[in-house]
């Protein structure tokens, strides 16, 4: 069943016309990624979704409601949550300050108590550095802080916006790991990335984001077996 | 070793630190010249330093909304005056109701807090007015644009005040339940009653706060927002609702502020948030604009400064009427502090943010 769906997105910034009608569907369950070279508008199309920019033109779609009319905070209250590039966590509250953040939108004590515990099994790391404030916290755990909070909002669809980045090899994996964990625990993700092998590694489908359109798309495998994908985005081989 | 020195510091520098290094000298000499004369005896100065304290509480209450506001919106909302002003104006007019009618004189507390309670929500309309009708619209704009707004809301207010209330300059209703020393425990303390008031009722307020930034849910959102607009959004903070909350904690600080200022001086008039605005500002700054500790510190400092300066450091420098320089006091401070502290007292943990 369709969870996310773009339907011809034109998004621009003053004259710059960012993206040129894009169509994206993520069906419940599935991690679906979305990669492209620098300025391809890869950032841009999440925050479309996410309410942070508004299209011009075309609609996005959570199930049968239309976001589209809808401000940045009201979208998280619908369900779904944007970790932005370069995580962006709080850097001058702690860490357990920016997690109750993440619940901001929630009134269920109970409920965000069970979502605590959760990011705290997942990030251990975290909860050892829950009252440290955030700015200190290096870039994996950051990155953690960024995604834990996310989490805390409960959401129905997860977009990560290149999340290895900067990171050393062990924190990819690490962060990587846990995509995939939650995504067996049920979460549906977008996940944006510049590492297409990693990225096609760990997704259902993909999308080539090239200057503002969707290039190809297709089963993740596929695109990575793709010669022209080889090519631009795998380095060759 | 000369040259060395030179290249890392201009001229400028150098003569700024001159200058820094010359007022230290008149502030240590006249202080010096004063205490060794004699001319005060102890308990003067303890007179000026509680003063000093009740006129710095006032200072930093106006002070945490220049505060508040900068840390969430970096612009400084000039008309905080006039946001003080109104308040504590429109509850003149109360207070002249409940004076007439003896209640004042019934039941001084219940009546304070009914001043308080008006002066709090006048304030509180006024500021979060300001904010919809004159800084929202101009939020992308270069900074300049709400700065000059700003001084133009202030004197829009100060004349529309005027208009509504007249133009005289009105007293306010004794409290005489507040008048002389304070009487407690049995035995009389080196205080005034309503000074005692201001101070305590200051420290309340501003306890309140502390607590409601650092701990609650919507003071967290403030700090929130004021690091990171976009991505509190992305939390699913409304930003907008945020910055109104803002605007009505200061006012409310303002608010109160007023009524205290009333009990301290007992007169009002259009005009009369100008200068403790000024003077709030100048205690933001010195603390740190947009750290709510520092706000407070530097209100206690610079009323405790203004009120000991003039006979402490003035007189022992020689200058007639000492008196009639304590508003050059405040404004030195507020030289100095941008030439040699452009951060504040409490400022370090401002520059770590690269706003
Ligand atoms: N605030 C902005 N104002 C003007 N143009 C912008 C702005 N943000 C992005 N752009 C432009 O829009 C295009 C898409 O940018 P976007 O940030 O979405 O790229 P991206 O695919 O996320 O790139 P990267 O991999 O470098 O993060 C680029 O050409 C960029 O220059
Ligand atoms: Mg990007």
Do not use: C
Not at chain 1, 80 to 103: C, D, Q, S, Y
Not at chain 1, 119 to 128: A, D
């Amino acid at each position: 069943m369709t969870l996310l769906k773009l339907d011809n997105i034109h998004t621009y910034y003053g004259n710059i016309h960012a993206l040129k009608g894009i169509s994206i569907t993520v069906d419940e369950g599935e991690i679906v990624t979305l990669i492209g070279a620098n300025g391809a508008g890869k950032s841009t199309t999440l925050k479309t979704i996410s309410g942070l920019l508004y299209p011009r033109q075309g609609k996005v779609y959570l199930n049968d409601e239309v976001l589209t009319k809808h401000a940045a905070h009201e979208i998280v209250k619908m369900g779904v949550i944007h970790v932005p590039e370069g995580r962006r966590v709080f850097a001058r509250l702690t860490v357990m300050e920016n997690l109750e953040m993440g619940a901001f939108t929630r009134k269920d004590k109970g409920g965000i108590q069970q979502d605590l515990d959760r990011v705290f099994e997942l990030f251990p790391r975290l909860k050892e550095r829950r009252s440290q404030v955030a700015g200190t916290l290096s870039g994996g755990e950051q990155q953690m802080l960024a995604m834990g909070r996310a989490l805390m909002s409960n959401p129905r669809i997860l977009l990560l916006d290149e999340p290895s980045m900067g990171l050393a090899p062990v924190l990819v994996d690490l962060i990587f790991d846990t995509i995939r964990e939650l995504n067996e625990q049920g979460m549906t993700i977008l996940l944006v990335e510049q590492n297409a092998l990693l990225a096609l590694d760990v997704a259902n489908r993909g999308y080539v984001l090239e200057t503002g359109v969707i290039a190809l798309a297709g089963d993740a495998k596929e695109l990575a077996n793709d010669p022209q994908v080889k090519e631009v985005y795998l380095g060759g081989a | 070793m000369f040259h060395r020195f030179m290249r890392r510091h201009d001229t400028t520098d150098i003569v700024m630190w001159l200058i820094g290094f010359g007022l230290l000298a008149a502030v240590i000499y006249g202080s010096f010249v004063t205490l060794s004369s004699g001319k005060y005896d102890a308990s003067v100065w303890l007179d000026f330093t509680i003063f000093g304290l009740a006129q710095g509480s006032v200072y930093a209450l106006i002070a945490l909304g220049y505060t508040l506001v900068y840390g969430i919106l970096f612009m400084i909302n000039f008309a905080h005056g006039e946001v003080f002003t109104g308040g504590v104006f429109t509850a003149y007019f109360v207070a002249i109701a409940l004076e007439n009618s003896g209640f004042i004189e019934r039941h001084w507390v219940l009546s304070l807090l009914i001043l308080m309670a008006v002066a709090m929500t006048v304030s509180v309309l006024v500021a979060v007015v300001l904010e919809r009708i004159a800084y929202r619209p101009l939020r992308g704009a270069p900074r300049l644009v709400p700065l000059i707004t700003a001084i133009g809301a202030s004197f829009f207010l100060q004349y529309t005040y005027r208009g509504i209330y007249g133009s005289g300059i009105k007293t306010y209703p004794d409290f005489p339940a507040l008048d002389g020393k304070l009487n407690m425990f049995g035995r009389e303390w080196p205080i005034l009653t309503v000074q005692a008031l201001v101070i305590v009722v200051a420290a309340l307020m501003m306890i309140f706060l502390y607590w409601y930034v650092q701990k609650t849910k919507a003071g967290k959102a403030m700090r929130a927002v004021a690091e990171d607009k976009e991505a509190a959004a992305l939390m699913g903070i409304d930003v907008d609702r945020v910055i109104v909350n803002t605007f009505a904690l200061g006012g409310s600080m303002a608010g109160v502020a007023g009524i205290l200022y009333a009990l301290l001086f007992k007169q009002v008039n259009a005009f009369m948030g100008f200068i403790p605005g000024i003077k709030a500002f100048t205690a933001a700054v010195l603390g740190g604009i947009g750290n709510v500790p520092g706000a407070m510190l530097g209100g206690l400092f610079l009323g405790i400064v203004e009120s000991l300066g003039p006979s402490l450091i003035l007189d022992g420098l020689g200058i007639p009427s000492p008196y009639q320089l304590k508003d050059a006091i405040a404004f030195t401070l507020l030289v100095l502090v941008l030439i040699f502290r452009p951060s504040g007292i409490m400022g370090e943990r401002l520059s770590e943010k690269k706003a």
